[in-house]
């Protein structure tokens, strides 16, 4: 690679994230970086103030990213005179071989933001009876309260609740479709516990949307979380 195209691929995956998945996209970032080879395996990465400053982001928001991805095997801390943030050598196996087609994910990922969102501002649209506001709430404090081994499962029951409680039944079918593909790529990289966190902050959000009939808050919210793990997707898939 001759040093022109370096530099502009540099400029892309070291250029500022958006503020409302800081974490998950500096993740994603970072993985884009090691998958391109811009730092390959047994190099070291950027310094932690070099590395907020390009993304715009803190110094905290980077510490957490780069925890995230040690602790899943993609990057190795190391302390003392030559310490740093070194790209673990080998790198871990995907648990998927190859890569998912940019269209392919495109199109389905599309499809979620449309498909989520328009449930999200039906629902707060909608007089929901008090079982449906009760079991909408119960779903939230159950994926709150899921252990990593049963998180998927309950985001997913939550985000399909959604659905269902739109009133639109054909929806609930397409919903279930377009998850059931997510959660199998999602299923190819180990789950994040601060990324759990986060999206467990932004269920509140969307739920007690929701719940107050705020329809253009729902939809924002809701899009808000989708362009979290649409981040990591990428990052690890594309």
Do not use: C
């Not at 599309?110 to 909408?136: K, T």
């Not at 054909?170 to 377009?178: D, I, M, R, Y």
């Amino acid at each position: 690679m001759t040093d022109a195209p370096l530099r502009e691929v540099h400029r892309a995956v070291y250029r500022p994230v958006r503020e409302g998945n800081a974490l998950e996209d500096t993740v994603a970032r970072l993985v884009q970086t090691i998958r391109l080879g811009v730092v390959g395996p047994g190099e070291s990465l950027p310094s932690e103030r070099e590395l907020a400053t390009m993304y715009g982001v803190s110094r905290d928001t980077v510490r957490e990213a780069i925890r995230e991805l040690a602790d899943t095997g993609y990057l190795v801390r190391r302390r003392g005179r030559y310490g740093g943030t070194f790209v673990a050598n080998p790198l871990p196996r995907p648990a998927a071989p190859g890569t998912v087609p940019v269209e392919e994910l495109d199109d389905v990922l599309g499809l979620r933001r449309v498909l989520e969102a328009g449930a999200a501002r039906a629902v707060a649209g909608r007089a929901l009876a008090p079982e449906a506001r009760a079991e909408l709430w119960t779903r939230y404090e159950a994926a709150s309260t899921a252990s990593e081994g049963d998180y998927r499962r309950a985001d997913t029951l939550l985000h399909l609740t959604i659905a269902e409680l739109a009133g639109i039944p054909s929806l609930v079918a397409l919903a279930a479709e377009n998850r059931a593909r997510v959660n199998a790529w999602l299923d190819t990289f180990p789950l994040l516990p601060r990324n759990i966190e986060h999206s467990n902050a932004q269920h509140e959000g969307i739920v007690k949307a929701i719940l107050a009939g705020r329809a253009d808050a729902a939809e924002a919210a809701i899009l808000e979380h989708l362009a979290g793990s649409e981040a990591l997707l990428r990052g690890f898939l594309a």
